[in-house]
């Protein structure tokens, strides 16, 4: 597959730990946050998204925490698994030309050993 | 299978030269976005349209240009490539007002 994290930051975690992953956006008025999964050769995958009203929203084994004060998301796996290897992107709502789009961040890669 | 379909997965051509992407959205996607990936920048939006007509606009070169055709399948021109453009080109499409895009599995350029 493709390999879309060599000069990203790394993640190296055990089987069945937690992870977090960090992500800083830039715009303070952003109110709607997304995070993909990209897994070497495929697009990305949205996986969870929250809006600036919330602090913290949950689903399945993932939980997406908001800090407007410090313009700061946040991804936390549980039970990380070797399926969860991926690189991770926190995405923005911004304007373009009038109108809202994604805006992907740099990504983390996440490495999980069995 | 996300639903969107890219084509092709894979395109080797030389500089200078001109190519065409294609994606077809989900079926009731309005809306299909472009998307340039690269190591050193990550993933750039390009363009969006909606229903046939272009939306917003990125960080798209002059030499690209984009289209959707009425059964909402869109196109990404390459133009005059340089080695630069060498990247992993993504397709995404919403229905309106959704933010949840969903992408397809890339076209892989390579310009030597």
């Known amino acids: 597959g493709e390999s879309v994290g060599l000069h990203l930051p790394t993640l190296s975690v055990q089987e069945g730990d937690n992870s977090i992953i960090n992500c800083a956006y830039s715009?303070?008025?952003?109110?709607?946050f997304i995070w993909y999964k990209q897994e070497s050769g495929k697009g990305p995958q949205f996986i969870i998204d929250?809006?600036?009203?919330?602090d913290k929203r949950q689903g399945q084994r993932v939980t997406v925490l908001l800090n407007k004060t410090v313009k700061h998301l946040s991804l936390q796996i549980a039970a990380t698994q070797p399926g969860d290897s991926a690189v991770y992107f926190c995405?923005?709502?911004?304007?373009?030309?009038?109108?809202?789009?994604?805006?992907f961040g740099k990504g983390t890669m996440l490495l999980v050993s069995p | 299978d996300s639903g969107v379909t890219q084509t092709p997965k894979h395109l080797i051509t030389a500089t200078g030269q001109r190519v065409t992407l294609r994606c077809s959205p989900r079926?009731?996607?309005?809306?299909v976005y472009w998307y340039q990936q690269s190591l050193d920048q990550g993933l750039q939006f390009l363009i969006q349209?909606?229903?046939?007509?272009?939306?917003a606009k990125g960080n798209i070169l002059e030499r690209f240009s984009a289209q959707q055709f009425p059964d909402l399948h869109s196109e990404l021109n390459l133009s005059s490539l340089e080695l630069g453009d060498s990247a992993l080109y993504f397709c995404?499409?919403?229905?309106?007002?959704?933010?949840?895009?969903?992408f397809g599995s890339g076209t892989r350029l390579t310009v030597v």
């Open positions: 715009n303070s008025a952003s109110d709607y």
């Open positions: 349209y909606y229903n046939g007509e272009e939306r």
């Open positions: 995404a499409s919403s229905v309106a007002g959704s933010y949840g895009y969903t």
């Open positions: 929250i809006r600036s009203n919330m």
């Open positions: 079926s009731g996607d309005l809306s």
């Open positions: 995405a923005e709502k911004k304007m373009n030309s009038g109108y809202s789009t994604l805006t």
